[in-house]
């Protein structure tokens, strides 16, 4: 968003209405915030009204310049809110606290009182399929997916409507009856929005639909068929950087390109742009990290570990743990066990020292039971 929405001059006429305010989730100094308005997964959009302390408005993923807008507008309105609203604000309330199963109550009653009209209908319909997602509630979450989608057909909600559903869908038993069926049916929602050419989408969303699709077929377990859409998408995903207009917006498709490639079994391929993006942005972590992973699935160890130094001089916050464990598979995948062990040591050590809000005590304990396996 920061590459292709932010930039937008449409969104200039809001400059005396909003603050704008961008949070480094990885920087220790963001805690206090962090701890306050917990961000689940990136990005996340909120709109802060100063005057009550507290949210107006909660998204959940990336936006087009026309659903910003809409929020911005949305969030800004001076009427008195309608009982559907005043749910859905309940709702992002304890969304953001954390509380999915309870969000997803408030926001199904906003749903179910809302009129016809109602702008707000598919911003509450992300946002109830997404705390369904995340509370694990993924029966319920189809049920509501294939009976929302065609409320939301054709808008710039059906996206994440039809997305979500499928993925809560491949999460479900494979033993369950209708299993495939209930697939196939939500496959052919988000084909539907992939395909409809009235929909403003980013390159990044189709990216995200592909990656829906991929991850069904791969449920299903159709090889040819998830191998077929990889090579779409990895095409897809070099064309719309090729037609990148800066190297900002060329590198949003750096880490699904690497993606792409590892399942292609062809990560040579991401060499060539990682040590560009890597030169182009020399004071960014990301390049070297990625660099550090394309190494080792092409089995060069020495590569992926000076890759891996370069990232770790540059890396803070939960990132830098990632980066640890990497390096440690790396000294694991080349043979010395001392270091690899050493590496798991230093990474523990670091996750314990991360403030509240970035410390993950499930990651740590997952982390010393790969270790102790290691002794």
Known sequence: MRAYVYTDASLDRYAGRFVWLSINTEDAKNAAFL????????????????????????YIGGATVAQLRRMLDESSAKKAPSPSELLL????????????????????????????????????????????????????????ARFVYPRVR???SAANVASTGLTCATQLDEKRSGRAELIAELEKDTQE?????????????????????????????????????IEDWSAFLDREAANA???????VYDPHRLSAYIELKTPEKAIPMLAQSE??????????????????????????????DRALRLAYGPRKLGMLTTRA????????????????????????SLPDPQRNDRRIAALEKKLAAMQ
């Open 35 to 58: 701890k306050k308005y917990p961000i689940p997964v990136l990005p996340t959009l909120l709109v802060l009204d100063p005057k009550r302390d507290a949210i107006a408005l909660r």
């Open 89 to 144: 604000a309940q709702g992002d309330k304890l969304a953001n606290a954390g509380d999915h199963a309870g969000a997803a109550v408030f926001y199904e009653q906003a749903l179910d009182k809302a009129p016809k009209s109602w702008p707000r209908y598919g911003r509450a319909a992300e946002s109830l399929l997404f705390s369904l997602m995340m509370g694990q509630q993924h029966e319920h979450c189809v049920t509501l």
């Open 154 to 156: 054709g808008t710039s």
């Open 193 to 229: 929005v992939f395909d409809d050419p009235k929909l403003t989408l980013s390159g990044d969303d189709r990216s995200g639909l592909y990656m829906s699709l991929i991850e069904a077929r791969a449920a299903v377990k159709d090889e040819a068929g998830e191998k077929k859409l």
């Open 245 to 251: 207009k800066t190297p900002e917006q060329r590198a």
């Open 279 to 308: 030169r182009e942005f020399p004071n960014d972590y990301n390049p070297p990290a990625r660099l550090a992973v394309a190494y080792r699935e092409m089995k060069k160890y020495d590569e992926a570990l000076a890759a891996s």
């Open 329 to 352: 598979d790396i000294y694991t995948e080349k043979g010395d066990k001392e270091s690899a062990r050493k590496t798991l040591a230093e990474a523990i050590a670091y996750a314990k």
